[in-house]
């Protein structure tokens, strides 16, 4: 089982650009979360994606979005980047109405 | 809104002693409780668990018990060794599914 896996693992972008950032979850596992972490902090719920529909979100602008593929597989989308984008991502996924989420190891986004 | 506030660090310990990381939340329903633990460069891992009040969630050594009455839910290893350097997250998650995490916990420790 390859747990879940994120791509890619860094990433340089230019102030203004946009971002795709992939994320696999672990296999059986339906739901798909997704994380801003900043340095030095803890992560931050961003949205959550479940039979390809957003369920929930945090207090993020519209500026973030996302989509899950029939196969589970989910994408997040930054436009418009900011210096303040800059942090690790993390994906997360989890099966059903289980509690207990799995972490993939992140995509670090640095904007220049 | 849901809210996790843990203890400050960074900590630094010498190998063998007895760690403690305080933690304690706010929530409206009945959460599930939770330890992160996130090594240099990597992601979060899974650490431990609590459902519900004064179950006692316990891996490798570390334990914490869900404590409705406090709202707490403490973290403890009575030995620590050098492998255990790194980022502890307490995170709680509702009725919703979402994890809302604590800042973090640096802790290292020294041979």
């Known amino acids: 089982d390859a747990g879940v896996t994120q791509s890619p693992t860094h990433l340089i972008k230019t102030r203004g650009q946009q971002v795709t950032l992939r994320c696999s979850p672990k296999s059986g596992h339906d739901t798909v979360s997704w994380y801003q972490q900043a340095l030095g902090q803890g992560p931050q719920f961003i949205f959550q994606y479940y039979e390809e529909e957003e369920r929930q979100r945090g207090n993020f602008p519209d500026r973030f979005s996302g989509h899950q593929f029939p196969n589970y597989s989910s994408e997040l989308n930054v436009n418009a980047l900011l210096l303040g984008d800059s942090a690790l991502y993390l994906c997360?996924?989890?099966?059903?109405?289980?509690?207990?989420?799995?972490f993939g190891q992140g995509t670090r986004l640095t904007v220049v | 809104g849901d809210s996790v506030t843990q203890m400050e660090g960074p900590v630094t310990l010498s190998e063998e002693a007895f760690l403690t990381i305080n933690c304690t939340y706010t929530?409206?329903?009945?959460?599930?409780l939770f330890w992160y633990v996130q090594y240099p460069g990597e992601g979060l891992q899974l650490l431990l668990k609590a459902t519900k009040a004064d179950d006692k969630g316990s891996n490798k050594g570390f334990e914490a018990t869900y404590r409705k009455e406090t709202t707490s839910f403490h973290l403890e290893k009575g030995s620590v060794q050098v492998s255990d350097s790194a980022v502890y997250f307490c995170?709680?998650?509702?009725?919703?599914?979402?994890?809302?995490f604590g800042a973090g916990t640096t802790v290292t420790v020294r041979a």
């Open positions: 929530a409206t329903g009945y959460p599930s």
């Open positions: 995170a709680l998650s509702d009725n919703d599914y979402k994890l809302s």
């Open positions: 997360a996924s989890r099966a059903g109405g289980n509690t207990e989420a799995f």
